[in-house]
């Protein structure tokens, strides 16, 4: 049975156990949260001497996890058997394994837990991954769109309990990206400190991420919105003198992102907080942002500086013009799109 990975945990967390999970994919973050949830909660720690096996795929094989998955725990409820990198266990490709595999899905030991995670993309059409997903558990984890990015820190924070201001979720997201894992550690660490019923805001976010409240991604696209020429280049010249810590790659993804919005705004016949929210695929807080952009910047303007940004992602590559530092690229482009 194929669901998501949030369902998955909530069933782990609440003991409601499978007897076969395959978990897949490319973004590690659920993969390892799940097996070490599962790892935490199937066998009770006193009983993990004998009855949990973490096994790794390129010092085994299947017949030497089946080996493990057949035998009866001792003394116990049930044993745990983990297989972990399971996309390098041996004959793992092979059919004669597969059908061994799939023998064993279709008939379970119900005393024992075993788990797949397979740190890849996964052959549905294979027919011991259509046995899993017909007789066991079946997780993909797919890594996380950039737009998909503020719902999902939202919808985390919430879990974990805490409030956390739109403005904090776009600094994270700006300056982190979709590494879920150094996201939720990142929020972690804010956590930690905070005080009984504080919220996350953008001030505990630059006092213990360390991003700059004031010289961010966040800032300058506020910066570039407004058209404040001054705040803007100031900004940039921070940029360009700290190029490690504000490479201009992923700043070229935001601001295409954004400005692509500013276009669809300038499309969108329903110009009320709803309608363009839901057409931006935006937090309705963020919607005043495009459209001060789409009134700072007509149409033809924010496809010219769509323009800019390709011309500009070309250089930093080398396709286009010499060895221009990132920092010199950077304020040209300023200078472009606010004359």
């Not at 116990?76 to 023998?103: F, M, P, S, T, Y």
């Not at 300058?220 to 900004?235: E, H, P, S």
């Amino acid at each position: 049975m194929a669901t998501t990975p949030e369902s998955v945990l909530k069933e782990i967390r609440s003991k409601q156990f499978k007897p076969v999970y395959f978990l897949y994919g490319d973004e590690p973050y659920y993969l390892d949260t799940l097996s070490e949830e599962l790892e935490n909660r199937v066998v009770p720690e006193s009983e993990k001497d004998f009855n949990q096996f973490v096994l790794y795929g390129k010092d085994t094989d299947v017949a030497g996890v089946l080996s493990y998955a057949r035998r009866y725990p001792f003394m116990a409820e049930r044993q745990l058997v983990l297989v972990k990198e399971a996309q390098r266990l041996g004959g793992i490709d092979q059919k004669d394994h597969q059908a061994r595999l799939e023998d064993y899905v279709l008939n379970p030991l119900s005393s024992t837990v075993l788990v797949f995670c397979f740190h890849a993309k996964a052959d549905e059409r294979k027919t011991f991954v259509k046995a899993f997903n017909q007789h066991g558990v079946v997780v993909q984890s797919k890594k996380l769109y950039d737009n998909k990015l503020p719902e999902w820190v939202g919808n985390y924070c919430r879990a974990e309990g805490v409030k956390i201001s739109p403005k904090a979720i776009q600094m994270l997201v700006d300056n982190i990206g979709n590494d879920l894992k150094r996201l939720t550690n990142e929020i972690q660490k804010v956590m930690v400190n905070l005080r009984v019923g504080d919220g996350i805001d953008a001030d505990l976010v630059e006092r213990y991420v360390g991003i700059s409240k004031e010289y961010n991604v966040f800032e300058f696209q506020k910066a570039l919105i407004q058209r404040d020429v001054l705040k803007a280049n100031q900004i940039a010249a921070h940029f360009a003198a700290n190029p490690k810590d504000n490479p201009l790659a992923p700043m070229l993804i935001i601001l295409y992102g954004f400005f692509s919005k500013v276009l669809i705004t300038h499309a969108t016949a329903d110009r009320s907080e709803r309608g363009l929210a839901s057409a931006l695929g935006v937090n309705p807080y963020f919607v005043k942002d495009y459209t001060l952009a789409a009134r700072h910047y007509p149409m033809a303007k924010a496809a010219r500086i769509i323009h800019y940004l390709r011309h500009c992602d070309s250089q930093l590559k080398g396709v286009e013009g010499g060895a221009t530092s990132e920092g010199e690229l950077l304020k040209e482009l300023v200078f472009k799109m606010l004359h």
